[in-house]
């Protein structure tokens, strides 16, 4: 099964991706990254890994892994 990857340092916090998840699978974090922006995560049980985030982030922050 697939899988989402985040990378946390990659992120901005445009919250693109949670806009655009049709699950509704990502949230912003209270943690912050390397350059002091709030990163998004992922509820592993919500996320059917379909790769909107994917597509639509500016910052390549996710990738998906079989």
């Given amino acids: 099964m697939s899988k989402l990857v985040i990378d946390k340092d990659l992120c901005k916090s445009c919250q ?6 049709p699950k509704q699978a990502l949230c912003v974090s209270s943690d912050r990254n390397k350059a002091g922006y709030n990163y998004v995560t992922a509820d592993e049980e919500k996320c059917i890994a379909c790769g909107i985030c994917y597509s639509i ?3 390549y922050v996710f990738s998906i892994q079989d």
Avoid at 16 to 21: R, T
């Fill in 57 to 59: 982030c500016p910052d």
């Fill in 16 to 21: 693109y991706c949670i806009a655009a998840c």
